[in-house]
């Protein structure tokens, strides 16, 4: 895998600890800074002031949920790339997921190297955007 360029700063949005934990230590040791969030209400309250570029959303948090979270991450800071991931994949998640804003899905389980083949992706558009 190559390096992901230029660096990037992830957050993280499950209720799961274990899947916080495992994601926010995969990214680390690739120098990925990641800073993880255990629900929508505490990620919210830092979504003004948090320096990432790349969000890990969970559809189904407890309270504030992927789905509301991703509305409101479009109107206080649009210019932020999510990645929807969950454990169930109904009928139209999917679909439902990129028509709400997001710019990428993962089912889980999903491999590191799917995570990483998502950020790579999402890096390469980035940097190919006018400034």
């Known amino acids: 895998m190559g390096i992901i360029s230029p660096p990037l700063s992830v957050a993280i949005v499950d ?5 916080r934990t495992s994601l926010s230590r995969l990214l680390r040791s690739s120098g990925i800074q990641a800073e993880a969030f255990s629900s929508g209400a505490e990620f919210s309250e830092r979504l003004q002031t948090g320096n990432w570029q790349v969000v890990l ?12 979270l991703l509305k409101l991450i479009r ?3 649009s ?6 991931i969950t454990g169930y994949e109904g009928p139209d998640v999917k679909r439902r997921a990129f028509e709400a804003g997001a710019k990428g899905f993962l089912l889980k389980p999903f491999t590191f190297s799917e995570l990483y083949d998502a950020l790579q992706t ?6 190919q955007m006018p400034a």
């Open 75 to 77: 109107e206080q800071r």
């Open 79 to 84: 210019e932020l790339c999510v990645i929807m």
């Open 122 to 127: 999402l890096c390469s558009k980035r940097t």
């Open 57 to 68: 959303l969970d559809i189904h948090l407890p309270g504030l949920t992927g789905f509301e």
């Open 15 to 19: 209720d799961e600890r274990s899947v």
